[in-house]
């Protein structure tokens, strides 16, 4: 991060670079490598646990022992890469997720990512002191297995998150600490688009995650998990973006900082394609014209602060509690295409 600093110097004092996103895991995210595809992981399965290296064994045992139970080991029942979690014993209904030594483990194999996301942020967060720029950490859009009790591809992952526990939140409370944004990813998916069995929920699962960043007052930030041109998945990525729609009174009361697009590409420069970007791209911008200067549309860049006082483990823990999120429309108020878009792209991936 030094190095970037230093090479990179002219275009920090420019304001060319507003935002930083550092690295804090798997493609950049604060996650564990629980599903990793050169290993064998394939679509929907619900990963696997990455805990049980030496180190973290004996660093469990130690805090099994100050919790008074000794006994307590690190799960051997939560199957494998590709696994659906009703074939585990730890994540089958009443499995041992749901036990008093699986929310231990759960808890604290969570906090471990919290911690590593927090002192990772510190260090980047002195390197860049100063500097007119926001930090950013990416948290990973896992959404299958998000519509059933246990959630088991987000807690093999780290995210503790239950319908009786918000896993994420409390990632929010921790970037507050150094004036992070939240970058989240598939904003451009909907339910439907994915197959029954994994059991996906990435629109309820944005909705929960951006309204978590809002609630503890941190800018939200996003971007699409795969590669798309259609109208469908713009219309969601600007539905997302502005979940009530412009506010011809002023700033939208929820809205998001920035959207990154994934990516540039010969697929994306042919001309229907790049036609369809260029139409997302004005919606986004409400239909405004090019504004060069980014304060005039309420985006203030100003030097990084230092990170504050460190927040307790208990502190950032009040922040599972679960808490609805906020009203969202069912479709954004700046379309691209007609009425009748979204209703065939729901008929085509019937037939797909």
């Keep these: ?10 275009f920090l004092d420019n304001g060319l670079i507003i ?4 690295g804090l895991g798997p493609a950049g995210e604060l996650r564990y490598p629980s599903y ?30 100050t919790a008074g139970h000794p006994e307590w080991e ?59 720029l926001k930090l950013a950490a990416k948290v990973a859009g896992i959404h299958w297995w998000y519509q059933t009790e246990n959630h088991a591809a987000e807690l093999t992952s780290g995210y503790y998150n239950l319908k009786t526990r918000d896993g994420y939140r409390p990632i929010a409370r921790m970037l507050s600490r150094h004036h992070a944004i939240l970058n989240f990813t598939c904003l451009e998916m909907r339910n439907y688009e994915h197959i029954s069995k994994a059991k996906s929920g990435p629109e309820e699962l944005v909705q929960q995650v951006l309204s978590g960043g809002w609630r503890e007052g941190i800018p939200v930030a996003g971007e699409n998990a795969l590669p798309r041109y259609d109208h469908a998945a713009y219309n969601q990525i600007l539905l997302n973006a ?26 994306l420069l042919q001309k229907r394609n790049f036609n369809i970007f260029k139409s ?8 405004q014209g090019y504004c060069p200067n980014p304060e005039d549309y309420n985006c203030y860049v100003v030097p990084l602060n230092q990170s504050k006082e460190k927040i307790s483990m208990e502190a950032l823990l009040e922040a599972t509690e679960p808490l609805e ?14 009425p009748f878009v979204d209703f065939f792209n729901r008929i085509l991936y019937i037939f797909k």
């Design 325 to 338: 999120p906020f009203s969202w429309e069912r479709e954004t108020d700046t379309p691209i295409g007609g």
């Design 19 to 22: 935002d930083i996103e550092v």
């Design 74 to 132: 690190l799960p051997d029942n939560a199957g494998t890469y590709n696994d659906a979690p009703e074939s585990t014993e730890f994540f089958r209904s009443n499995g041992t997720y749901q036990s008093d030594e699986g929310k231990f483990f759960l808890t604290w194999y969570s906090n471990k990512l919290l911690n590593h996301g927090d002192q990772i942020l510190e260090e980047a967060n002195q390197v860049f002191l100063g500097c007119k």
């Design 242 to 267: 502005r979940p009530n729609g412009i506010n011809k009174e002023g700033e939208p009361k929820h809205k998001m900082f920035g959207v990154t697009y994934l990516r540039l590409c010969n697929k």
């Design 36 to 65: 990793v595809q050169n290993q064998g992981w394939e679509f929907p399965g619900i990963g696997e646990f990455q805990c049980y290296d030496k180190y973290l064994k004996m660093e469990f045992k130690g805090a099994a022992v």
């Design 1 to 10: 991060m030094k190095s970037f600093r230093e090479n990179m110097e002219d």
């Design 280 to 287: 997302f791209v004005m919606k986004m911008h409400a239909d």
